[in-house]
């Protein structure tokens, strides 16, 4: 379950939103900070925190520490409003933590690749200890419009390699309208391939599916390990592997 409870104090919501170009992404951010505003409320959510600690226990509820201000673009990545939100959403989570309550940070929408795995080891050794992390994507370049979700596969395979806790999925086209079925299935796809290839440099055992592959090229003679036939259509009769077969019948 996925709860905005940052920032906690309508003057912190006031202070930051004027820092930032697009002050706000996300969805249920912006719910939020339109609630406060218009009502000149503090956070709705703190009010009743307690009671929903104990909810969270009662349910086995797994919380997800919601970022009302994650960047909306690369460039925004670790800026003051978002080290301030990381900051905050950690003392959510140790709160929960201590609670016994189960919960993830989501720290990250948007971030340059060579920030993915560093901010992740400097927040865990703030923490001193493995803190489970919710990334959405992150998408590591704002300039693939409608292929982001390939953007968004690089940036899921890095956060694979330092084992996040959760990888959201970036389905096509989705910072340029309105997700059709394929664009979440070709989001899907580039996502566990990119965590696949994450995985790969943590858990050596997932070679196997790799040299299962491997072999299965080999038996077909085929880069595509399904094929029906020797050789693919891309390379006819001078497919490599046909070739080599030949040549060595030739002996």
């Known amino acids: 379950m996925t709860i ?3 920032p906690e104090k309508l003057y912190d919501l006031k202070k930051y939103i004027k820092k930032r170009k697009i002050p706000i992404t996300s969805r249920q951010g912006g719910l939020l900070a339109h609630y406060m505003i218009k009502n000149k409320k503090d956070n709705p959510y703190n009010e009743i925190f307690d009671d929903l600690i104990g909810l969270f226990r009662k349910y086995n509820i797994v ?17 003051e ?14 709160t929960l933590d201590n609670s016994g309550v189960q919960s993830l940070v989501e720290i990250m929408s948007h971030q340059p690749l060579h920030q993915v795995g560093s901010g992740i080891i400097k927040i865990r050794k703030m923490y001193r200890g493995y803190v489970p992390f919710q990334f959405l994507g992150p998408v590591v370049t704002d300039v693939g419009g409608e292929y982001d979700y390939i953007a968004a596969a690089i940036g899921a395979a890095e956060a694979a390699r330092y084992s996040v806790g959760k ?10 309208g309105f997700p059709t079925i394929n664009d979440v299935k070709m989001g899907i796809i580039a ?3 990119g965590i696949h290839a994450g995985d790969l440099t943590r858990i050596p ?7 299962t592959i491997l072999e ?9 390990p399904f094929s029906k036939i020797e050789g693919c259509e891309k390379c006819g009769q001078y497919c490599p592997l046909v070739i080599i077969k030949n040549v060595y019948k030739l002996r």
């Not at 990888?167 to 340029?176: D, F, G, L, W």
């Not at 055992?205 to 040299?211: A, G, Q, S, T, V």
């Not at 299965?216 to 595509?224: E, F, G, I, V, Y």
């Open 4 to 6: 905005n409870f940052i």
């Open 63 to 79: 919380v997800n520490i919601g970022s009302t201000f994650r960047p909306a673009g690369i460039a925004d990545a670790y800026d």
């Open 81 to 94: 409003v978002h080290n301030w939100e990381v900051q905050e959403q950690m003392r959510i989570y140790k």
């Open 167 to 176: 990888v959201t999925v970036i389905p096509a086209r989705e910072h340029i």
């Open 191 to 193: 996502t566990k391939i």
């Open 205 to 211: 055992d997932l070679l196997k599916i790799d040299k």
């Open 216 to 224: 299965l090229r080999a038996q077909k003679r085929s880069c595509n």
